[in-house]
Structures are given as structure tokens and as C-alpha cells.
């Protein structure tokens, strides 16, 4: 059965092919891929990232390099309007490395917060998970704001520990724990 995980106004579910025009609006923004791995995207490329997402993503975390990507589909228009990335890292360790974008016309609205928990609470309650990290960059507060929202821990700053679009950046390690993990809603 499908992965899809509700929450009061999104509905989380695995990326599908017509969802193409949606991620382009922002996988093509500057602002939106500054800090993530990804190019700014052209409607080709779209098309050839989602295919290969589709064809490798899993409903599971099970062994070591499974990951897991879900659109953010709003209920009310059904629009795409973010994603998360989870991987595991190590099935030893059960170490999952999670990972957020909202649209940049539907930020600052909370969706991130509501989305990134809901799928906090199901890897801590579907699969064999300790410990959930998010890798930052340090010039990216906001992102670092949502990880304490949703209370992890600033563990670690990394000085100039990547090599990332053409700068040196410094990386924040956030973290915690499934016994820390607080499934009530709060903000
Ligand atoms: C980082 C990022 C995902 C945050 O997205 P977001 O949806 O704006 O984040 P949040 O869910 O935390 O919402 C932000 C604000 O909405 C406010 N808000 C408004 N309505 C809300 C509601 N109904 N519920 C909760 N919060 C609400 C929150 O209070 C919060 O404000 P605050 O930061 O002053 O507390 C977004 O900026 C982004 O996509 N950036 C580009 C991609 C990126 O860098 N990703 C991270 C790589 S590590």
C-alpha cells in the first residue's frame, strides 16, 4: 500500500509524474535551492529527477541507503507546494537524515513545521529509527529555526566543512532522539 500520511491541511503522499509542473514553480527558484543540493532546475530536468524518484524512492526504511521522498499535497487545492526527503543512513546506528523545501509562495505559513513532524512521528513509529539528523547550512536560519521548532538539538557546527556552489560553508549538525521525539502538536 501507498505511503500517504495526513495532516490538518497537507496531505503526504509519493511523488507522481504529473506533479511536474508544481515542482518546477519551485525547483527552478534561486532562493529555494540555494542551500540544497540541486541546480536550479529546468522543466528537463525536473521531469528527469522526478522520473529517477520515483523509480528509487521507497515506503520504507529498511536498509542502509533506503530513502524516502513525499510531496506535500495541499488539501484544499491539491497543489504541491513542498516536499521531504528522509534517508537511512545506517541500519546499525538507526539513523535517519531528513530533509525540507516549501514553495516560496507558501512559506512562513507553518506547512514545513506541520509536515516535517508528521513524518517524524511516522518514521519513529513505522520503522526501527533512534536517532533523526538535519544537516544545515549556517547561512540558512530559517531552516534552523524549523529543526528547533520541531525540537532538535544543535549538536555540532562544522567550520568550512563543505564545498558547496563555489563557497566554503559551515554546516550545523541538528538531531534527536526517538525517546525526545514529542508526537502532540505544538508550535
Ligand atoms: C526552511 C523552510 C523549509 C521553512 O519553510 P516554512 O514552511 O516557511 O517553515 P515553518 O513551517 O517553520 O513556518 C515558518 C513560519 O510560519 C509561521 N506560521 C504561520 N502560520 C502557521 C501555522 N498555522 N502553523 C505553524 N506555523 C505557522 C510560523 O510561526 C513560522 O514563523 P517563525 O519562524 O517566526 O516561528 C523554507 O524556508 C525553505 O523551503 N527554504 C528553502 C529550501 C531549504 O533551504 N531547505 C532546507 C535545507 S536544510
Known sequence: MQLTIETERLILRPLRVEDVDDLLQYQSHPEIVRYIPWPERTREQVVEALA??????KDSLSESGDFIVLAWELKSTGKV???SNSGLESTRDQ???IGWVT???FQRQGYAFEATRALMDYIFKN??????????DTRNP???KLAEKLGMRREAEFKDSEFFKGDWCSMWL?????SEFNSKPSR
Not at 520503522?127 to 544545515?136: D, L, M, T
Not at 541538528?174 to 526517538?178: D, E, G, R, S
Open 52 to 57: 529517477k524518484t520515483i523509480a528509487d524512492s
Open 103 to 105: 514553495h516560496q509562495d
Open 81 to 83: 507546494i513542498g516536499q
Open 142 to 144: 530559517e531552516s534552523a
Open 127 to 136: 520503522f526501527p529509527v533512534h536517532r533523526i539528523i538535519a544537516n544545515i
Open 95 to 97: 539513523l535517519v537524515d
Open 174 to 178: 541538528y538531531a534527536i532522539l526517538k
